[in-house]
């Protein structure tokens, strides 16, 4: 589904960060993003790869993870099952609604609020940190398709294009790369 760039296709329902490597982010009102960098006092912010993990096995791969996106409706979903998720707690660092996330191919740009736009890279892949969060909580955001594909739930990660001010409310635009899609895989 490609929109014009003048019709709202989501919304961003709550903007987060952390300059900590913690598990959760603390929300907050707005962010900045960083050409090329990420989120303004976000722990992953930079041109090398961050994350932890990844850092250890070669501190100078480009960071394809410098923003972080969840879809509300997962908490939706969770919270039908039990768990009580609010925006931030897992980590990412914009929530929104109204998007399929999971269902956008890679290389995809997502145009949120005046000016920023992030190309989306790929699936976050949960790790075992998420049960420290909640127990059982990993196998809640792990499903699998009819042909036993594991589908990872936990939202997907981009890069920033254009920087800009994230603010909650944002309309957000898709714009999808050329055909032929490429799905997304984790990253």
Do not use: Y
Request: proline share 5%.
């Amino acid at each position: 589904m490609v929109s014009n760039l003048g019709s709202k296709v989501g919304e961003v329902v709550s903007v987060s960060r952390s300059e900590k490597h913690s598990f959760s982010k603390q929300t907050v009102n707005v962010i900045r993003l960083f050409t090329g960098l990420g989120v303004e006092g976000d722990a992953h912010m930079g041109l090398t790869v961050k994350h932890r993990s990844r850092v250890a096995q070669n501190p100078n791969q480009p960071n394809l993870r410098q923003i972080h996106f969840i879809h509300s409706e997962l908490f939706d979903e969770l919270r039908s099952a039990g768990f009580h998720v609010e925006p931030g707690q897992l980590g990412e660092n914009i929530t929104t609604r109204g998007i399929n996330l999971l269902g956008l191919p890679t290389g995809t740009k997502l145009f949120i609020g005046e000016t920023a736009v992030i190309e989306i890279t790929g699936l976050r892949n949960p790790c075992s940190q998420i049960d420290n969060f909640h127990s059982g909580l990993l196998s809640a955001v792990l499903d699998h398709d009819e042909n036993g594909n594991l589908i990872r739930k936990a939202g997907v990660m981009g890069v920033v294009l254009t920087g800009g001010e994230i603010w909650v409310k944002d309309s957000i635009q898709i714009v999808l790369p050329p055909e032929p899609f490429r799905p997304l895989e984790r990253i």
